[in-house]
C-alpha cells in the first residue's frame, strides 16, 4: 500500500508561483510513475504533469507546458510540482497521483494510489 500526501498550495495572485510537494509513504516502487492532477469545481479531474520514479521521463499537459515543472526527490521519496507563472485558470484542488509500472499515462482511471488534494486558488 503507498500512502500519498500533499501540501504546498494555497492562494496567490496571477502571475505568483507556488511550490506543492507529494510525500509518498509505504511501498514505493523504482518502476512506478508519478502524476498531478487536478480538479476546478464542476470539471473534471484533468492531467497536469507526470514522471517516472526515476525522473527521465515528463510529460505534461498542454495547458501547463513552460510554466509547471515536476520533479522528484528520491531521497526523500517526494514528488514536487513547481507552478509558476499562475492563472486564474489554474485554480483547483490538486492532486497527487501514483501507478505501477512504467508507462505514462494521462488518464486518472489509470492511477491506483491517491493523496487526499490541496487547494490552489488564484487570484486576479
Known amino acids: 500500500q503507498v500512502q500519498l500526501v500533499e501540501s504546498g498550495g494555497g492562494l496567490v495572485e496571477t502571475g505568483g508561483s507556488l511550490r506543492l510537494s507529494c510525500a509518498a509513504s509505504?511501498?514505493?516502487?523504482?518502476?512506478?510513475?508519478m502524476g498531478w492532477f487536478r480538479q476546478a469545481p464542476g470539471k473534471e479531474r484533468e492531467f497536469v504533469a507526470a514522471?517516472?520514479?526515476?525522473?527521465?521521463?515528463?510529460f505534461y499537459a498542454d495547458s501547463v507546458w513552460g510554466r509547471f515543472t515536476i520533479s522528484i526527490d528520491n531521497a526523500k521519496n517526494t514528488v514536487l510540482l513547481q507552478m509558476n507563472s499562475l492563472k486564474r485558470e489554474d485554480t483547483a484542488v490538486y492532486y497527487c497521483?501514483?501507478?505501477?509500472?512504467?508507462?505514462?499515462?494521462?488518464?486518472?482511471?489509470?492511477?491506483?494510489?491517491w493523496g487526499q488534494g490541496t487547494q490552489v486558488t488564484v487570484s486576479s
Open positions: 514522471i517516472g520514479w526515476g525522473g527521465s521521463s515528463t
Open positions: 497521483a501514483g501507478r505501477a509500472g512504467r508507462a505514462i499515462l494521462v488518464r486518472a482511471e489509470s492511477y491506483d494510489y
Open positions: 509505504g511501498r514505493t516502487f523504482s518502476s512506478s510513475v
